[in-house]
């Protein structure tokens, strides 16, 4: 069962995640992983912070774009994000849901997946 919540309402990690992940501000959006992290964007799997960091400069440096935060809910242990993305990749908009699973204490991202 899902349930929306405010974008106020997110866990610490997710918001500055969001907040870091894109712009100047990407190297520091690793701080939010755990060591040993797993993120699923666009078919492929990144494991720990070494891998993830090179998909963070990867992602923001091939294509210029802005995010319109559109919604977020909790669903069972996982929060979810729905953002709008508008930019120079392929198709031009796009909508992808980030789900989010925690550590234990809500302190870092264990895992995110990012898709459609």
Known sequence: MT???QLTDLPQ???TYLERSRGNQRKTAIDT????ALVVDDGHQYRG??????WLDRVVSEYEYKTTFLRAERD???TVVVS???GTFPGGIVDLKYRF?????NETIRELTIAP
């Not at 912070?49 to 090179?54: D, P, Q, R, V, Y």
């Not at 699973?101 to 204490?105: A, F, G, Q």
């Open 84 to 86: 709008r993305l508008e």
């Open 13 to 15: 990690p997710v918001i």
């Open 33 to 36: 992983f755990d060591a040993d």
């Open 49 to 54: 912070t070494s891998e993830i960091a090179g």
């Open 101 to 105: 699973l925690l550590d234990n204490r």
């Open 3 to 5: 349930q929306n919540i």
């Open 76 to 78: 069972g242990h996982a």
